[in-house]
């Protein structure tokens, strides 16, 4: 892509270089309400593929599943990006197979987080679908937002970066300081995600978006925290089931073994909880 010279944003100047569009934004609601209007409205044409919207004082954020999303001005990194994916010949790749897109966010982040944690005694990995944890504890998270249009997909993360135990949301929580990360570089943690999603999205489009030949659901098998463990899983609607989360399919979605000899459940979307193992419903099935 030809993208216009710009001048590198005097804080971030390694981020702004490896996007196509950077808007840094001292407070906003939410970056991916304002990406997603701003992509979809009169002005789209001037929002390509790898825009980018971030803040590090985001006063409305969204989670998944309707929840919000919060943290203290100055604590954390809200980003979103904007993906409108074509392949190696400009073909558009279709939106049936953007459904592993935030998978790939959550793959980057991991990555990213990993790389500046590692020295902490706890592992870094990714819950299903794609939180990304320290130990047991939540340090980021992901939402996929598609256009009203279907012309776009915007994928919001948020990081925590020096919340304190005291500032943390839920108890469930982390941030890097808290795991010992230290001298935290804002403008490294933006830089290294949109290096490492821009990497593992062009590897995704250059295989026509194929989640298995571009590698993508073997970094997301390989990074999983999930696999392998009894799980409860809440679908959306309330409805309630527990089982060992088995693999994941070509879509990124969590096969999970049920009990009794049920057919395999495939999660689309829902929430997650670890459970110990005995607490599955299932006798001995790792
Ligand atoms: O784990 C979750 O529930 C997903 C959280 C996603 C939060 C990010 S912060 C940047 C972007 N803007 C939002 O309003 N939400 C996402």
């Given at each position: 892509m030809h993208l216009p010279h710009r001048a590198p944003h005097p804080r971030f100047p390694l981020s702004s270089a490896s996007a196509s569009r950077f808007e840094w934004m001292t407070?906003?609601?939410s970056t991916n309400e304002v990406l997603v209007q701003a992509a979809a409205g009169?002005?789209?044409?001037?929002?390509?593929?790898?825009a980018v919207v971030a803040t590090d004082d985001q006063t409305a954020g969204k989670g998944r599943l309707g929840r919000s999303w919060s943290a203290p001005a100055g604590s954390s990194l809200a980003i979103s990006v904007l993906l409108r994916p074509h392949d190696g010949e400009g073909r558009a790749i279709p939106v049936?197979?953007?459904?592993?897109l935030p998978l790939v966010a959550g793959i980057a982040m991991a990555q990213v987080v990993h790389g500046l944690?590692?020295?902490?005694?706890v592992p870094v990995g990714l819950k299903w679908p794609n939180d990304v944890l320290i130990g047991s504890r939540k340090v980021s998270g992901i939402l996929g937002e598609l256009l009203p249009d279907a012309s776009g997909l915007v994928i919001g993360a948020g990081v925590n970066l020096t919340l304190t135990e005291e500032q943390?949301?839920?108890?469930?929580a982390t941030s890097l300081r808290l795991a010992g990360?230290?001298?935290?570089d804002p403008d490294a943690v933006l830089a290294g995600y949109l290096h490492d999603l821009t990497v593992l999205y062009d590897r995704w489009r250059a295989s026509g978006g194929d989640a298995v030949a571009s590698g993508v659901l073997d970094d997301a098998v390989r990074m999983s925290v999930t696999l392998g463990r009894a799980v409860r899983v809440e679908l959306p609607g309330g409805v309630v089931r527990r089982g060992v989360a088995r693999s994941l399919d070509e879509g990124g979605r969590l096969v999970v073994e049920l009990p009794d000899g049920q057919p395999p459940l495939v999660v689309s979307a829902g929430d997650v909880t670890h459970l110990r193992h005995d607490d599955s419903g299932i006798g001995d099935s790792r």
């Open positions: 407070r906003a609601g009169p002005s789209a044409a001037e929002w390509p593929d790898l049936e197979r953007w459904g592993v944690a590692h020295r902490s005694a943390l949301p839920v108890p469930t990360v230290q001298d935290i």
